[in-house]
């Protein structure tokens, strides 16, 4: 697929779908605590969208049965939510999910700490989002997907963290999945241009140790190959003339 150009009432519609998804985020998120489950963390996404008149643009989205990928701990990305999956003091939760919304996507992920969490889990939480931002301030008009790429692979790989290879951002639109893919790992200067109108989704995903990823036998669930910690933070932003802006913020 090419890469989609949006017009001024096609972004201010996508507007409107990064702020849901980032309300169903937080709203889910702040609710966090000591043993709820991942499939109850579900429940409030799904609340939140159902509230504001969407649904989840992940649910049914290559088969995936809910609405939010809820990946816990060593969990990368893709976690299936499950009512037997308890949520404990010290855990680190993504919640990652998207709005459904007039025609357009949505597509954000934070980590949130469970209770009180480990100064190795605090430093992944705050790398990762940092590493994030990095990226985001590369997202200029003439730049190229590269310099986000090297961005956030600089910060994290600079600082001894594992960046996770097999997956990748993306470009977002009417399609949750659009060209071009935006790495976490890159040479600057190389890759497709950026355009004012170009919405793309940067999320980098940083393991405490180590780069290597499996998929669990429930063909969804990837995690760290050695176990350590993962953290994955998104926002989809635009690419405007005056510069990157982020419509999926808080
Ligand atoms: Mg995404
Ligand atoms: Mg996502």
């Not at 949006?6 to 889910?28: D, F, H, N, P, V």
């Not at 469970?114 to 200029?140: H, N, P, R």
């Amino acid at each position: 697929m090419s890469i989609t150009i949006k017009s001024q009432s096609e972004l201010a519609i996508m507007r409107e779908a990064g702020r849901i998804t980032c309300g169903a985020i937080w709203y889910a998120g702040e609710r966090i605590k000591p043993g709820m489950s991942t499939m109850d963390v579900d429940k409030l996404v799904g609340e939140y969208f159902a509230r504001h008149g969407c649904k989840s643009c992940f649910k049914g989205l290559y088969g995936f049965p809910a609405n939010a990928c809820i990946s816990v701990n060593e969990e990368v990305i893709h976690g299936i939510p499950k009512a037997s999956h308890r949520l404990k003091e010290g855990d680190i939760v993504s919640i990652d999910t998207g709005a459904a919304y007039k025609g357009f996507n949505g597509d954000s992920c934070w980590t949130f700490p469970v209770g009180k969490i480990s100064d190795e889990a605090k430093a992944l939480l705050e790398v990762t989002e940092k590493s994030l931002y990095e990226g985001i301030a590369q997202a200029q008009v003439g730049a190229r997907i590269g310099d986000i790429s090297h961005a956030v692979e600089e910060y994290c790989a600079s600082r001894g963290y594992g960046i996770v290879r097999n997956y990748c951002g993306h470009g977002i639109g009417r399609e949750v999945h659009e060209s071009p893919e935006v790495p976490n790992w890159g040479k600057p200067g190389h890759g497709p241009r950026l355009v004012a109108g170009m919405t793309i989704c940067i999320e980098p995903m940083i393991n405490a140790k180590g780069d290597d990823v499996k998929t669990l036998k429930d063909g969804w669930t990837v995690v760290t190959k050695n176990g350590s910690l993962s953290a994955h933070f998104e926002h989809m932003i635009a690419i405007t003339p005056d510069g990157p802006v982020i419509l999926t913020q808080p």
